[in-house]
């Protein structure tokens, strides 16, 4: 029994402090600057305001936030289609080089994204492409090594000869991959495209470099200018944040299981 | 992410099949726009940070060979060396507590009790997140005078330090929120490696009269070396190239205390316009995340058999 309430105890402190952070946003973003220091932080202020977000929202911060929206619809959209021709290719398709070449996409899997910053940022800007839209999604929009390796593993895990009646009815790899294969990759795509929402929503050291202008700013790097520029205003910042972070939560409620699949997904036996 | 690299030398090792019709040409346009991008935003950068070494680049200018002169300047840079010896402290502070929490966490919600999915759900919440802004929620957190951890701590007559400006507790705040953030998120994994093993390897050794701590420390760690692997491969990648929180919580001080490499390239690159030199520091932050990386294959290759199909 004690070590039944033990083991409660234990993960209900866990969870507390696991979402605590978020509680205190969601708490400070409807606070006024004098109930910022008359309250306990962690208890709500009385009454709520909404003016934070008003402000937030009456500024530049929904552009920003649009911004962000369209790149990760973008880079998502990518990775998902050329992720897909290239991991089928290189699960079901026979083809000269193809054992090379796979090694070199998982090579590439190695390579720090830290390291390739200063050599993307000379590219670009050889390109002429630095702060456009260009710039900022080129890198990532034909898919990472990562998604290719994690559907090549699910193409490979669908039963042989799924395409031979395809195939003796006349079609086209084209085909077969639309018309065969891609119905049965829904939870792969799924995982996939969460992944990648995340991790695009959240990117920061590749905008904060490539862009500087209004118009390709995301919300990433619209967060950390502000504050620099209203300094201690916790209050503001906290409105910022909760707008940033709730369509990242919005996904993670309507997705998790897609996001616990990714991990038996990636390979782990 | 370098099992994949152990994993890609099993693949190539796959007895040959009789080449399929529909293959070539399809299969090449089915590869090449991806193809296009690792050439292109992968490899040629590696080639290009590894030239950009040898030369002195101040971006307006031409760029001027140099050969090893960088190199040189390296060795003796005692500010670059400092940073190294903040990223391993980084890495220290947050990977052994972040690897232990996350199995902890894993053993006790590995067991049939009333809300497992809830609290597994709960866990990985932190992971979603993004850093920059939880940074700067932390940064909240820490404030010295009305933040959660010093009102709490003066509730029980404590006052708490400075936080994010005391050189000795930068650091470690900075760490914490790492820890924070990856201890979920691990979790699922272990938690993968855990019903992964077979019921009755600990019923047998029970039978064999082994306390629970010794089934823990023979049957499952043991067995759970291929996850051990995946985890802590990925994280120390992770860590050895932290910016974000850096960047959001300290801009590397207070001081240079918790200047962490990466985020010594960026500004060496990107405020000082030192291409050259922060190429060279990029090539240096390569070989070490390469050494620990086959250090750690050399060290888990001995001691599990992995399933590479």
């Known amino acids: 029994m004690t070590k039944r309430i033990l083991l409660y105890a234990a993960l209900a402190v866990g969870a507390f402090v696991s ?12 606070k006024t600057q004098a109930q910022l220091t008359s309250t306990a932080p962690w208890l709500p202020g009385w009454p709520p305001t909404g003016r934070n977000v008003a402000d937030m929202l009456a500024g530049d911060f929904p552009r920003f936030v649009l911004n962000t929206a369209v790149m990760t619809a973008l880079l998502t959209a990518g990775q998902l289609v050329f992720t897909t021709f290239a991991a089928y290719a290189f699960a079901r398709l026979r083809f000269r080089g193809r054992d090379v070449l796979f090694w070199l996409f998982v090579a590439t899997m190695m390579v720090p994204s830290a390291v390739t910053m200063i050599p993307l940022f000379l590219i670009m800007r050889e390109l002429d492409l630095v702060n456009t839209w260009w710039g900022l999604l080129a ?33 086209g790899p084209l085909t077969i991959l639309l018309r065969v294969m891609l119905p049965l990759c829904r939870p792969a795509l799924g995982t996939l495209a969460i992944i990648t929402v995340i991790s695009s929503w959240n990117s920061f050291l590749w905008p904060l470099i490539i862009t500087s202008g209004d118009d390709t700013k995301v919300i990433t790097v619209a967060i950390a200018t502000l504050k620099d520029g209203i300094g201690v205003d916790y209050h503001l910042m906290m409105a910022g944040s909760l707008i940033a972070l709730v369509p990242m939560v919005a996904v993670f409620v309507f997705f998790q299981k897609y996001i616990v699949r990714s991990v038996v997904l990636t390979g782990l036996k | 992410m370098t099992s994949h690299t152990a994993k890609a ?23 090449a726009p991806s193809l296009f991008g690792v050439v292109a935003f992968l490899l040629l950068p590696m080639v290009i940070v590894l030239v950009l070494s040898l030369f002195d680049w101040e971006l307006l200018s031409a760029p001027e060979f140099v050969g090893l002169e960088n190199y040189r300047r390296l060795a003796s840079d005692g500010e670059t060396w400092h940073s190294l010896w903040v990223t391993v402290a980084y890495v220290l502070l947050c990977i052994p ?6 199995l902890g966490l894993a053993v006790l919600l590995d067991r049939r009790i009333k809300g497992v999915r809830f609290y597994r759900s709960l866990f990985v919440v932190p992971w979603m997140a993004t850093p920059i802004v939880l940074a700067l929620v932390w940064n909240w957190i820490f404030d010295p005078r009305d933040g ?53 390897l600990h019923d047998a050794a029970a039978i064999d009269g082994a306390t629970p701590a010794q089934r823990f420390w023979r049957v499952t760690l043991p067995l759970l070396n291929p996850t051990m692997f995946f985890v802590t ?32 390239i960026f500004e060496t690159a990107f405020k000082q316009f030192d291409f050259g030199y922060a190429a060279t520091l990029s090539t240096l932050l390569f070989l070490i995340i390469f050494l620990v990386t086959v250090a750690q294959v050399r060290f888990f290759g001995k001691r599990t058999t992995y399933d590479l199909s």
Request: glycine content about 10%.
């Open chain 2, 97 to 102: 507590l972040q690897t232990v929490l996350a």
């Open chain 2, 233 to 264: 491969v990925t994280n120390l990648i992770g860590a050895f190239q932290v910016f974000d929180t850096v960047y959001a919580m300290t801009n590397g001080g207070p001081g240079h205390s918790t200047e962490v490499l990466n985020f010594r």
């Open chain 2, 9 to 31: 030398r099993a693949l190539v090792r796959e007895p040959a099949r009789p080449a399929r019709r529909g293959g070539g040409l399809h299969a090449y346009l089915f590869v």
């Open chain 1, 19 to 30: 979402v605590f952070p978020y509680l205190l946003v969601l708490l400070t973003a409807f």
């Open chain 1, 139 to 171: 890198p990532y929009v034909l898919g990472t090594p990562y998604g290719i390796f994690l559907m090549r593993q699910f193409f490979k895990g669908l039963p042989a000869g799924l395409e031979e009646a395809a195939r003796i009815d006349g079609a």
């Open chain 2, 148 to 200: 959660a951890i010093n009102r709490a701590l003066e509730l029980v007559g404590v006052t708490g330090p400075d936080w994010l400006s005391d050189p000795s507790w930068a650091l470690p705040a900075v760490a914490l929120v790492s820890v924070w953030q990856h201890t979920g998120y691990n979790m699922l994994f272990f938690l993968a490696g855990l019903q992964g093993i077979p019921k009755e």
